[in-house]
C-alpha cells in the first residue's frame, strides 16, 4: 500500500532550501512574534493541507490535490537550480524563454496554493454568499437585510476550505491566465550585495500595486503599476513588473540588476512581512524589519485579518 504524505508543503523545499543553514532556517512567527529555527522539513507544511477524499475518489489517485503539485516542481527545480548555480556562479546571462515558462506556470499555483490564498479564496466566496443572500433577502425583508448585514455571518468547515482551494488550483484556465500575464511582463533579477538578507515566507511570490486609482483597486497581477516580488535566495530577488508602468525595465528585461543601497533590500522584505499568512524565513535570525512593522502595524499579525471588501456584489480584488 502506498504510504500517504502527512506533512504536505505549501511552499517547496526544493525553493526554501536557498534561505537554511545545514538544512535548518530561522523562522519568525508573526501571530507570536516569536523566532525559532526548524528543520526545513517541518516549516511552511501543514498535516493533510491538500487532502479530499472526493477528489482522490474522482481522480482514482489518493492525495490527488497533493500530487498535481509534482511536474510543475520538478520543472521549477532545475530551473531554480540552474539559475542559482548561475548567479552565484557569476556566469548568469538572462533568464531563457523556456525558464521563463516553466516558472510562470510554477509562480502561477504557487501564488494560488498557500494558506494566504486559501484564505483570500474563502473570505471571497463568502463575502460574495452573504451579500448574494442579502440581495435576495432586500427584495423581501427589507428592514430585516438593513440589520442582517452587521448579525449574518457564513463560516466554513475545513472540508470545504480545502475545496474551495482545490477548484481554483485545478481550474487550468485561471491557472494558464495568470502564467501568461505573469509571462508577458518584464522580468528583472536583483542582486543585493548588502549585509542584510533577502528575506520569504509562506506566501513568497507576492503581488502589490504600486499605483493608485479613486475607484479600482489596482492590485490586480495585470493592473497598471503590478510588482510580483519572488526571492530566489537570500542575494537574489526576481522581480517581475507590468510593462506600462515600467517602461525603463524593457532594457534589462530577464537580466541581472544590482540594488544601488539598503533601503532597497527593506522595501523588497516589507512586502514579504505584509503578505503572509503567518510565517518569514530567512537564514539570519534578524526579524527586526517585523518586529517594527508588527508594532506599527498589528493587524498584520492576524492571519484571519480581512483581505476582501464587498459593495454591491462586486469584490475589490
Known amino acids: 500500500m502506498e504510504s500517504r504524505a502527512k506533512k504536505q508543503h505549501y511552499v517547496p523545499r526544493l525553493y ?51 500530487k498535481f503539485f509534482h511536474p510543475f ?3 521549477a527545480a532545475a530551473v531554480l537550480k540552474s539559475l542559482r548555480a548561475s548567479l552565484h556562479g557569476g556566469d548568469f546571462v538572462a533568464i531563457t524563454r523556456d525558464q521563463r515558462i516553466d516558472l510562470s506556470l510554477f509562480l502561477a499555483l504557487q501564488m494560488l ?79 543585493n550585495p548588502f549585509s542584510s538578507p533577502f528575506v520569504t515566507s ?38 517581475i513588473v507590468e510593462r506600462r508602468a515600467f517602461p525603463h525595465a524593457a532594457r534589462i528585461d530577464g537580466r541581472l540588476t544590482t540594488l544601488g543601497s539598503p533601503e532597497n533590500v527593506v522595501y523588497y522584505n516589507h512586502w514579504q512581512v505584509r503578505h503572509p499568512y503567518r510565517f518569514l524565513y530567512s537564514m539570519d535570525s534578524d526579524f527586526s524589519l517585523a518586529q517594527s512593522m508588527l508594532e506599527e502595524t498589528p493587524e498584520l499579525a492576524d492571519p484571519r485579518n480581512a483581505r476582501i471588501g464587498v459593495r454591491a456584489l462586486g469584490a475589490e480584488l
Request: aromatic share 8%; charged share 25%.
Open 202 to 239: 509562506d506566501h513568497p511570490a507576492c503581488n502589490h500595486g504600486t499605483l493608485s486609482h479613486p475607484v479600482r483597486s489596482m492590485q490586480g497581477l495585470a493592473s497598471t503599476g503590478a510588482e510580483i516580488l519572488f526571492p530566489l535566495s537570500p542575494r537574489y530577488l526576481l522581480l
Open 113 to 191: 496554493r498557500t494558506p494566504e490564498s486559501r484564505e483570500h479564496s474563502v473570505q471571497l466566496s463568502l463575502a460574495l454568499h452573504k451579500e448574494a443572500f442579502l440581495a435576495w433577502l432586500q427584495d423581501r425583508e427589507p428592514e430585516l437585510a438593513a440589520t442582517a448585514r452587521e448579525t449574518f455571518g457564513l463560516e466554513m468547515t475545513e472540508d470545504e476550505q480545502i475545496r474551495t482551494q482545490a477548484r481554483t488550483l485545478l481550474d487550468h484556465e485561471q491557472r494558464d491566465r495568470i502564467a501568461e500575464i505573469l509571462y508577458q511582463h518584464y522580468w528583472v533579477v536583483l542582486e
Open 16 to 66: 526554501l532550501e536557498s534561505f537554511a543553514r545545514g538544512g535548518r532556517v530561522c523562522v519568525f512567527d508573526k501571530t507570536s512574534g516569536k523566532m525559532f529555527w526548524s528543520s526545513l522539513r517541518d516549516v511552511a507544511s501543514q498535516r493533510f493541507f491538500y487532502d479530499l477524499p472526493e477528489l482522490d475518489r474522482a481522480a482514482g489517485v489518493a492525495q490527488a490535490l497533493e
Open 73 to 75: 516542481e520538478q520543472a
